[in-house]
């Protein structure tokens, strides 16, 4: 089993649509990150979590330690939006464990 | 503020054959960390520098080594190429266990 498990592993959307992505992980952390990963590979950051719920315009993550499991939250979904998101958390020093991803499409 | 700039974007080499990738930090970041990411999946931890020290490693044979500089820059290098080998490879800079930066990555075919 894997130390960080998301679900779904894909998402089909229209757009317009309220979107959630989920992330259990198995081990205690520091910190819950979330992760956007268009084709070609680049990685950007789009929360660090510790505790609670964080927004950034149209996206809330929010995280419950006690249960182990975080939420990615995408309001008004658009095509732009369409990319594999990650969940990843900082447990043993400063390393990345990675969940395998959610590939996201949102349609026209 | 600079990103993170990992070069080369893509190269191809032959199995057997070794090879070097290069990471320049963000500036101000004092740790790197470089990942493995075979396609489909996600990332895989290889190893961390931390002020020119190995701070970690993971479950990756000796073949890959790396490197961290006094500008915190980082190599990473893989002796005896293998076809799994193939994939892309990820660094990552972050301050202290801050949040991270991470470059586009070198996209490696072994053939």
């Known amino acids: 089993k894997n130390e960080v498990e998301q679900s779904p592993q894909n998402l089909t959307a229209q757009e317009g649509e309220f979107i959630t992505i989920n992330c259990s992980y198995s081990v205690g952390i520091s910190a819950l990150h979330w992760l956007q990963q268009h084709p070609g590979g680049g990685i950007v950051s789009l929360f660090m979590?510790?505790?609670g719920k964080k927004k950034h315009g149209r996206l809330i993550a929010t995280i419950n330690i006690q249960e182990k499991h975080s939420s990615l939250h995408i309001t008004a979904s658009h095509p732009r939006d369409s990319a594999v998101y990650i969940c990843a958390v900082t447990a043993s020093g400063s390393r990345l464990t990675f969940g395998e991803g959610t590939q996201l499409t949102v349609n026209p | 503020e600079t990103g993170v700039t990992q070069s080369p974007t893509h190269l191809i080499k032959t199995r057997g054959q070794q090879v070097t990738l290069r990471c320049s930090s963000q500036s101000g970041h004092n740790t790197v960390s470089w990942y493995q990411q075979a396609l489909g999946q996600g990332p895989q931890f290889i190893f961390q520098y931390y002020r020119e020290e190995e701070n970690g490693r993971g479950n990756f044979p000796p073949r890959f080594s790396g490197l961290q500089f006094p500008n915190y820059s980082s190599e990473l290098n893989v002796n005896a190429l293998e076809l799994d080998d193939s994939a892309l490879y990820l660094c990552a800079s972050s301050l202290d266990q801050g949040g991270y930066t991470f470059g586009s990555g070198t996209r490696l075919t072994v053939v």
């Open positions: 979590l510790s505790s």
